[in-house]
């Protein structure tokens, strides 16, 4: 049975898929930023780690299959 591919192994597209994968992209406003920074600086977190708690909150906090999600 083969091994996976260690990073060293992997071309540049694959490296960048893997990574893509792994850490999926959240299209913001500048409000939301604005936002997502002040909470950061003020509970001195990282932006990433505001944004992962709101996302749990959101989905704790809502039946989404049940109420769909507003016009956007």
Request: proline share 3%.
């Amino acid at each position: 049975m083969a091994r996976p591919a260690s990073g060293n192994a992997l071309s540049n597209a694959e490296r960048q898929t893997r990574f893509r994968n792994r850490h999926k992209l959240i299209e913001t406003g500048n409000q939301m930023n604005a936002t997502i920074t002040r909470l950061a600086n003020h509970f001195d977190l990282t932006e990433a780690q505001v944004t992962r708690e709101l996302i749990r909150f959101a989905l704790c906090n809502r039946n989404w299959m049940q109420t769909g999600f507003p016009n956007l």
